[in-house]
């Protein structure tokens, strides 16, 4: 477990311990690792880290609602079916080999969860990103991937992984993730950072970042997380507007650049009235004080 934590630290990833076990256990035990927390918390950079420190291949998988087989696992090329198929027919091929000749490999488009199980030779890292907003049929579907690492196409036949991708599922959620899913995961939450450590995370990601300004930014951030706010800033937000403060040559929390940029953090605009005026100066005075 030492070397994970080492390899995400050299990756400028700031991980708990329960975190790192389970990455740990998810690439020992190799079953999937489902990452449930809210959005902006470092769910997604996890399987972008992972695939940097085993050196492998990562390939995503973007869920959305409404998502099916043809954009996650296949689909064929019909344009380039119907053109073998008429270049057969100029040919006088028989029609039973010319039906049966189209459904070979060279006319299947391979999407990412196909792509995973193939053999490159290297490390792969599949990211099922945001599962929470798929349906529950594509969510049952994955079941035999994540359970077999395989996938049956019809013409085809059954295709097995010749080695078990690092699986990672991301989830926000949403929705309740089906059991059975979780079943098979390996399970941990990712909350929003103590102030402790985000400062190791903001000194890490922003270094050139003056540690005084740092430590004034994540103390407002950390404030407006204790507000009643529709989304609260994540991480990602927090890094977003230490650079963009970084660029634009702040040193110390001013009013009128925290007015101006506060659109780095909150992404609403009833949350941005939630924290105008005087609720705007008490976090900044608090931040400028810690």
Not at 52 to 63: A, K, P, T, V
Not at 155 to 175: D, H, M
Request: a negative charge; charged letters at 25%; aromatic letters at 6%.
């Amino acid at each position: 477990m030492r070397a994970v934590e080492s390899a995400l630290a050299d990756n400028s990833y700031i991980a708990e311990p329960g975190l790192a076990m389970g990455i740990f256990l998810s690439l020992r035990l190799g079953k999937p690792l489902l990452l449930e927390g809210e959005a902006g918390v470092g769910k997604t950079e996890i399987a972008k880290v992972l695939a940097r420190s085993l050196d492998g291949d990562l390939i995503r998988l973007q869920c959305y609602e409404g998502i099916d087989v043809a954009s996650a696992v296949y689909e064929w090329n019909y344009l380039r079916q119907i053109l073998h198929l008429r270049a057969a027919e100029s040919d006088h091929t028989p029609g039973a080999d010319r039906v049966q000749s189209v459904f070979g490999e060279q006319f299947l488009l391979k999407r990412p969860l196909l792509q995973a199980l193939e053999d490159r030779g290297r490390p792969v890292v599949l990211l099922i990103d945001e599962i929470d907003r798929a349906d529950d049929e594509f969510e049952a579907f994955l079941l035999e991937l994540l359970s077999d690492f395989q996938v049956t196409i019809p013409e085809l036949g059954t295709i097995a992984a010749c080695s078990l991708p690092a699986v990672v599922l991301t989830s926000n959620r949403t929705r309740e993730i089906h059991d059975a899913l979780k079943r098979r995961c390996i399970y941990q939450w990712i909350d929003y950072p103590t102030l402790d450590k985000e400062m190791r995370i903001v000194a890490v990601r922003v270094p050139d970042l003056p540690r005084a300004l740092a430590g004034q930014i994540v103390s407002f951030v950390q404030g407006l997380r204790q507000q009643d706010l529709y989304k609260l800033p994540g991480v990602a937000e927090t890094l977003d507007w230490a650079r963009a403060l970084l660029a634009l040559g702040e040193t110390e929390l001013r009013e009128n650049v925290v007015i101006e940029s506060l659109g780095c953090l909150l992404k609403y605009q009833e949350d941005l009235k939630a924290v105008e005026g005087d609720a705007l100066r008490r976090l900044i005075g608090t931040a400028r004080a810690a």
